[in-house]
Nanobody, 123 residues
Framework: QVQLVESGGGLVQAGGSLRLSCAASGRTFSSYAMGWFRQAPGKAREFVAA????????YYADSVKGRFLMSRDNDKNTVYLQMNSLKTEDTAVYYCAASIKYYSSRSRDYDYWGQGTQVTVSS
């Protein structure tokens, strides 16, 4: 079992940066692949980034490649999403998720979810 709590969201201007954090409580955090997803009002939830359990290999959606960076710190039971060069199109609720299987771009492959944190990018 794992509980996930996101933080770091807020209101920023286009071109700015934010770092989201996802703190996990659980005995075997390193056993989980982790992912970030986002959902804007009236839109479907979409994949943002994922990181593997063992070697911290990362995978990004094309829309964020070169701008966002995902990392994990197993000693702190925390994953991060560094968001740079933010665009208004990045406005959404961002969700952290954990998978007992393998890192994936599919929501259905994740077993645990955080409550989400709002990111709003103004023009």
């Amino acid at each position: 079992q794992v509980q996930l709590v996101e933080s770091g969201g807020g209101l920023v201007q286009a071109g700015g940066s934010l770092r989201l954090s996802c703190a996990a409580s659980g005995r075997t955090f390193s056993s989980y692949a982790m992912g970030w997803f986002r959902q804007a009002p009236g839109k479907a939830r979409e994949f943002v980034a994922a990181i593997s359990r063992i070697d911290s290999s990362t995978y990004y959606a094309d829309s964020v490649k070169g701008r966002f960076l995902m990392s994990r710190d197993n000693d702190k039971n925390t994953v991060y999403l560094q968001m740079n060069s933010l665009k208004t199109e990045d406005t959404a609720v961002y969700y952290c998720a954990a998978s007992i299987k393998y890192y994936s771009s599919r929501s259905r492959d994740y077993d645990y979810w955080g409550q989400g944190t709002q990111v709003t990018v103004s023009s």
